[in-house]
């Protein structure tokens, strides 16, 4: 009988040994695809976040374009407006004039080699 009474509480040790290796064994599995999961919905925001991210970049860098070509405007509009100060200064030319003399001289060469031509 008391081999019996230990072999019965070896058997129910037994069982319960093997219920909680069963149930340690199924929350693994869980965890597991739980992870899955969550990598699944990591990757998916991630890319979704990613691409937000893209498309900021590209409507910064089209106002960025933008504002460099407004700014190129004025600097250089500055700059001439500078370099044609300091030629009038230096040589007592205005730029905008000395143009206008060069379609004259233009003409004027032009209707030269007109009459040397009759």
């Known amino acids: 009988m008391i081999f019996k009474n230990i072999i019965g509480s070896v058997k129910s040790v037994t069982s319960v040994g093997e219920e909680t290796a069963r149930t340690v064994y199924l929350a ?5 695809s739980k992870g899955m999961e969550q990598k699944q919905q990591t990757r998916g925001l991630l890319s979704s976040q990613f691409r937000a991210l893209v498309d900021k970049g590209e409507y910064v860098e ?7 070509g407004s ?3 004025v600097v250089l509009g500055n700059v001439e407006k500078q370099v ?12 905008t004039k000395l143009s206008g003399l060069e379609e004259r001289i233009d003409t004027l060469t032009a209707a030269v080699d007109k009459l040397l031509q009759k």
Do not use: F, H, M, P
Not at 28 to 32: C, E, F, I, N, S
Not at 84 to 95: E, H, K, M, Q
């Open 28 to 32: 693994g599995l869980g965890a597991y």
């Open 84 to 95: 044609n100060y300091v030629i009038r200064r230096t040589s007592g030319i205005d730029r």
């Open 71 to 73: 700014t190129k405007k």
């Open 62 to 68: 089209a106002e960025s374009k933008q504002r460099i």
